[in-house]
Every structure is written in structure tokens, then in C-alpha cells.
């Protein structure tokens, strides 16, 4: 059975993480993205309640793909002036994924920013911007590969 990995970052990122997707396909994982109708979506017509319960939507479909992952990988490319940026939304999954024992891993050092610590402190490693280097962090966490599956 492949490794599913949920792929987390802003959307802003939406090629790159698509991008991430295909090489970790390529290498037989099964690699998940947030919808890229997210990215595209014309937020400012919506009344509040319509807006709120889209934004949930959107989440709730992002969440339970990382509850069925392996691990997590979060694509958190230089934005905003920070190196290895970690919006709100991205923090909330690797944080839900971190309550679930999911492993999260982050694509280049999150340390830089004021959620800095609280990244960090729920990492299993950093991969400086190579994402196929999750795979053997992976191996390195759950030696063996089955064990993968057991969460």
C-alpha cells in the first residue's frame, strides 16, 4: 500500500504544492493537496454566513485527508518576507495532524516567525526544500514502512 501524504501550505502556493504532489506520485505515494477551487474562489460577493460555511467546507475536506495520512508535509515556501512561512490555516492542520500522531514535515525551517516554537515543537524534521526527502525522514520515524499504516 503507498504512503499517503497530505500536502499543507497557503494557498498562494497551489502550483508549487501541486508540483510537490506529482514528484511524490512519481515515487509512488499517494500525495493530497487542498482544491485548487479554494485558491480560484471570488470570496467578496458572499454574505457572512455563506462565506463561513464555504471556509468550513473547504477545511473539513483538507482535515479529513490528513486524517487518513501517513504524514504531513508542509509546503511553507518564503512569503511575506519570512522564510518558511506558516500562515494560520496551515498551523491549524499540522496541529490537527500532530493531536492525531500524524507526523508533520516541513519543507524548509518554520523557526523564523512568531508561530515559530509551536512549529518546531511539532515537527519531525525539516527537509530544506527537497520534498522527496520526506519519504526517508519517514522510514527514519517508523522504521520498517508498515508500521506507516498504524495510527
Same mark, same amino acid.
Given at each position: ?22 514528484? +511524490? ?9 487542498? %482544491? ?5 474562489? =471570488?470570496? @467578496?460577493?458572499? !454574505? ?42 496551515? +498551523? ?9 500522531? %500524524? ?5 524548509? =525551517?518554520? @523557526?523564523?516567525? !512568531? ?37
Amino acid at each position: 500500500m503507498a504512503i499517503s501524504i497530505s500536502i499543507c501550505g497557503s494557498m498562494s502556493f497551489m502550483d508549487e504544492m501541486e508540483a510537490i504532489a506529482s514528484s +511524490l506520485a512519481a515515487l509512488g505515494c499517494e500525495a493530497m493537496t487542498p %482544491v485548487r477551487e479554494e485558491r480560484n474562489f =471570488d470570496w @467578496s460577493n458572499l !454574505a457572512d454566513a455563506d462565506l463561513v460555511a464555504l471556509k468550513k467546507g473547504f477545511i473539513d475536506r483538507h482535515l479529513a485527508k490528513i486524517r487518513r495520512s501517513d504524514a504531513v508535509l508542509i509546503a511553507n515556501f518564503p512569503k511575506h518576507n519570512i522564510g518558511g512561512y506558516v500562515g494560520p490555516n496551515t +498551523l491549524m492542520e499540522a496541529a490537527f495532524a500532530h493531536a492525531l500522531s %500524524v507526523p508533520v514535515i516541513f519543507l524548509y =525551517d518554520p @523557526s523564523r516567525q !512568531a508561530c515559530g516554537l509551536e512549529c518546531v515543537s511539532i515537527s519531525c524534521g525539516c527537509v530544506n526544500g527537497d520534498a522527496t526527502e520526506a519519504l526517508p525522514l519517514l522510514r527514519e520515524i517508523r522504521p520498517g514502512g508498515s508500521s506507516l499504516m498504524a495510527h
